[in-house]
């Protein structure tokens, strides 16, 4: 009996061995082919020699990173010396990405938690409305948002015409404008991951804290959040790696001074003027600080986790 149990157990196991490797093979050739394939195609450009007239020379080379870290002149015959320029837009970046996470985290997660204590029959209802921006292009919304936020906007008509204002609020091409923009694009990824959380979570342990006399601040700190990190973690990342790489918002509502690095990658590859090593050189900078992001995430949780 133990024995063919076991013949049985090893039979199957062997069976599905061999069948998840024919089921996941369309996923590793999609991914190969939609993923891998641009990334390994970004890293061989960005070792490339661009033409001076457009285009790319076959001369592998290390002057594209070069000229993203090293400032050598005009003519490029002095010794190197820190390129501020490209490191400021990193970091302009990143404190917009990071400003546009903790803004969305500070209106979503309540949102979240709105929609999860509804009754069952209105929660769809709630994320239904939650998603219905992104019936809407991207493209097409930031052009809205410009329209509402311009001088002559209805914004600015709103608080002229009842006096709140006596001229209208430059709000375009600012940086507050980037920080609407990106918060707007990118609100509905923080709420669905911690609404799928704070539904799972089990509130009789917040009754039972309230029930020993813990204050609603202790409840929300000591058992809540901590039961809802994981969905915080993930919303989290997924506003602040897009935000990152944005270049709609930062050109349509920020203009040239309030460029991202998102941006400068873009304009890198607009027609054959532009330098397609360089903004290779730009996209795999990029995608290296977004791997040491979500791996610095990644150890946390799992350190968080043992």
């Known amino acids: 009996m133990a024995g063919g149990a ?17 089921l996941l093979l369309p996923a590793w050739v999609t991914l190969g082919i939609l993923v891998l394939a641009p990334v390994a195609i970004m890293l061989v450009y960005s070792f490339l020699t661009k033409e001076f007239r457009g285009g790319v020379i076959w001369e592998f080379s290390l002057g594209a990173y070069d000229q993203f870290f090293c400032n050598r002149g005009l003519f490029g015959d002095e010794p190197c010396s820190i390129e501020w320029t490209y490191i400021q837009i990193f970091w302009r970046s990143i404190w917009q990405a990071g400003a546009a996470t903790l803004l969305s985290l500070a209106i979503g997660f ?22 219905i921006p992104y019936w809407v292009n991207l493209l097409i919304r930031t052009v809205s948002m410009k329209f509402l936020l311009r001088d002559e ?45 704070v539904e799972r979570y089990n509130f009789a342990l917040s009754e039972a804290a309230s029930d020993l006399y813990a204050p609603r601040w202790t409840v929300l700190r000591r058992i809540l959040l901590p039961s809802v990190k994981p969905g915080i973690v993930a919303g989290c ?9 944005s270049f709609l918002a930062p050109d349509l509502l920020g203009g040239a001074r309030n460029f991202m690095i998102g941006s400068l990658i873009e304009e890198q590859f607009k027609g054959n003027a532009g330098n397609w090593p360089f903004g290779a050189a730009a996209s795999m900078i990029l995608l290296t600080m977004v791997l040491i992001i979500l791996l610095i995430f990644a150890r946390q949780q799992a350190k968080a986790e043992g």
């Open 6 to 22: 076991a013949t049985g157990g090893s039979s199957t196991s062997d069976t599905y061995a061999e069948a998840r490797t024919w």
């Open 110 to 131: 309540p949102t979240a938690y709105f929609i999860a204590t509804r009754p069952p029959r209105q929660r769809t209802l709630w994320v239904f409305l939650v998603t």
């Open 153 to 197: 906007g209805p914004l600015n008509d709103f608080l002229t015409g009842t006096g709140l204002l006596s001229e209208p609020l430059a709000i375009v091409n600012t940086n507050f404008a980037v920080q609407l923009g990106l918060f707007y694009s990118y609100l509905p990824f923080m709420v669905l991951p911690i609404y799928a959380a």
């Open 237 to 245: 990342i997924l506003v602040f790696v897009p935000s990152l790489g």
